[in-house]
T-cell receptor, first 116, second 116 residues
Framework: EAQVTQNPRYLITVTGKKLTVTCSQN?????MSWYRQDPGLGLRQIYY???????DKGDVPEGYKVSRKEKRNFPLILESPSPNQTSLYFC???????????????FGSGTRLTVV | AQTVTQSQPEMSVQEAETVTLSCTYD???????LFWYKQPPSRQMILVIR??????QNATENRFSVNFQKAAKSFSLKISDSQLGDTAMYFC?????????????FGKGTHLIIQP
């Protein structure tokens, strides 16, 4: 089944303790993105990647890092989490333009992160 | 930069009624795509319908259709014969065309409640 897999689905952590949220897709998609969803704000893009070793900042990148060492994986790293990073996080992927981009992004199931 | 505005934070209708969710956007791009995503309580992001800006014909997917007014930068979603399972958050989203991996710009969402 074609899908984007995120882990974990739920995570409670303490301020300052480094964590990684994993994201993997099995559709051979070039483009991958991370979003955070907060009540009343919709989804906002954190980072995106066009391909292996090519990443760029989205609208809210502060406090986050990403890496793209393999095409299928795009982990989100919080080096020193703070309570304002408590949120619902989504990973998403799609094919690059020219391969029917109108299909849009496929999303993972989300990771609910709480930082106390 | 582009913005997406959903002016209805919450709507409630009776089962079997028709409901229209509004979305307006602002962009200087001529090549772009518009999407409606559904997020039920399971929080999964589900693509409902998509529209290419270069197409004049409005997209339709079963009970879901859009009214795309490019000059007015309006992209409303109509749900016919609404069902209890349509209860969800609905997000309107914009994506630039071309070769970039910029991702999606979302509105803040409309919480749709279908009453039995």
């Amino acid at each position: 089944e074609a899908q984007v897999t995120q882990n974990p689905r739920y995570l409670i952590t303490v301020t300052g303790k480094k964590l990684t949220v994993t994201c993997s897709q099995n559709m051979n998609h070039e483009y991958m993105s991370w979003y955070r969803q907060d009540p009343g704000l919709g989804l906002r893009q954190i980072y995106y990647s066009m391909n292996v070793e090519v990443t760029d900042k989205g609208d809210v990148p502060e406090g986050y890092k990403v890496s793209r060492k393999e095409k299928r994986n795009f982990p989100l790293i919080l080096e020193s989490p703070s309570p304002n990073q408590t949120s619902l996080y989504f990973c998403a992927s799609r094919r690059r333009t020219g391969d029917n981009p109108s299909y849009g992004y496929t999303f993972g199931s989300g990771t609910r992160l709480t930082v106390v | 930069a582009q913005t997406v505005t959903q002016s209805q934070p919450e709507m409630s209708v009776q089962e079997a009624e028709t409901v229209t969710l509004s979305c307006t956007y602002d962009t200087s791009e001529n090549n772009y795509y518009l999407f409606w995503y559904k997020q039920p309580p399971s929080r999964q992001m589900i693509l409902v319908i998509r529209q290419e800006a270069y197409k004049q014909q409005n997209a339709t997917e079963n009970r879901f259709s859009v009214n795309f007014q490019k000059a007015a930068k309006s992209f409303s979603l109509k749900i016919s014969d609404s069902q209890l399972g349509d209860t969800a958050m609905y997000f309107c989203a914009f994506m630039k065309g071309g070769g970039g991996a910029d991702g999606l710009t979302f509105g803040k969402g409309t919480h749709l409640i279908i009453q039995p």
